[in-house]
């Protein structure tokens, strides 16, 4: 396997996606929220980039088994069922429903990476999973999304440790970009360490807002096995359809 | 000192410069090519980004004291008197001259971190020099050029080393941003590598065209002791009346 890193979704050239599976990484947080809304039973997720598009998305969806759900500027979008807080994707909000989101960064990155022939989204809560589903790929492209086109050290550790996983798996099989060999390093000094979350830019961001707390439900590694795959701008679960 | 890094030229807003100290680094090869004219007694250099701007600027400077320099996939511009291996630039080459530059990735980092207030220009050769000439700026700007606008090993491993140059120096006072910290770790774990630098794009891309000695050369640290600065579209030694 050849993987590469990209660390913003402005790196991301949709051309250079073709023959590679993508794997969208956003741990603060939509990446997070889109496999804890599978993991509580929404049945697919919609990204979507603006707030009209999202809500012309769930009028057509009907509105009676569609939320919309997003954030700006880390808060829930005015008159939207839900924000972008994955404590919040509950059964009792989510179970049987689908959901049109709209983020900052995540979706953005999540429709630069639909180019691929496969698009998995990542997050520490279901790594190995992850790991798993795309280790078979020949070509790899890790898709961060950074924060407003900066580098973000949450995304780029998630990376760093998915990368690690799979040359666990793969060894000296894995060939990994001079970007991928930084993550690795970085996921080798660091290992998963909510404190490194929380000193992010995203994390102080979070926590200014009064949400730090999502920032330790994001940093659980491996609590859920489901991996979602975009497929015509729907994300579902690999065993639901997506595969 | 608070100190940001931008990894490829892409990620550089000039406006957000304001204000700032920048270093611009490409070790392989532009800025350890200007380190070394100007150690050889060049008395200034004048990044272009085009061939056409070269030439036509070399012409109006008089060609009798001018030197047009640069290279196109690693090799000389064709009708140009060197290309960018700063092995060419010697003291037989470049004393007393001043020299007309148009590289791939450097020159562009260059022209994009010009609107910083005070632009200096790095490489392995002058790491600690060049350290020591910004250890007293308030906000800095650490410009990686990167290749073709990806993530550059060799750049951000230099980047690395200038970082812990200054947290050596500075102590606490030194605030890096997320990207700022991945690379003190990159620069922790690996030191300098010229095997790192070898293995890196840039440098298969010079073995490729049997220039892999250049690599080597490059990655010797702290064998000069000048800054180079860029300041109204020339670069001079910062106690040549560049400060």
């Known amino acids: 396997m050849k993987a590469s890193v990209f660390f913003t979704v402005n790196e991301v050239d949709g051309a250079v996606l073709q023959g590679h599976t993508a794997i969208v990484i956003d741990v603060l947080r939509a990446t997070s929220t889109i496999v804890a809304a599978l993991a509580a039973g929404a049945h697919a997720i919609f990204p979507v980039v603006s707030t009209e598009e999202a809500i012309k998305l769930a009028n057509s969806l009907g509105r009676a088994d569609t939320l919309l759900a997003g954030e700006r500027k880390g808060l829930k979008i005015e008159g939207f069922d839900l924000g972008n807080s994955p404590r919040e994707f509950t059964p009792e909000a989510v179970l049987g429903k689908q959901v049109v989101m709209s983020t900052t960064n995540g979706t953005r990155a999540l429709l630069a990476a639909a180019p691929a022939d ?119 679960r690999v065993d639901d359809g997506g595969a």
């Open 118 to 236: 496969r698009v998995l989204v990542a997050s520490f809560l279901n790594l190995s999973a992850v790991a798993e589903a795309s280790a078979g790929a020949e070509r790899l492209a890790v898709v961060c999304a950074g924060q407003e086109g900066r580098f973000a050290i949450d995304d780029a550790l998630c990376a760093g440790m998915l990368l690690g996983r799979l040359e666990e798996r793969l060894g000296s099989e894995l060939e990994v970009d001079e970007a991928g060999r930084v993550l690795l390093t970085l996921a080798g000094a660091y290992g998963v360490d909510p404190e490194l979350l929380h000193e992010s830019a995203s994390g102080h961001a979070l926590a200014a807002i009064g949400l730090a707390e999502d920032v330790d439900w994001c940093a659980r590694v491996d609590v859920e096995t489901l991996v979602p795959e975009l497929r015509d701008r729907m994300i579902r």
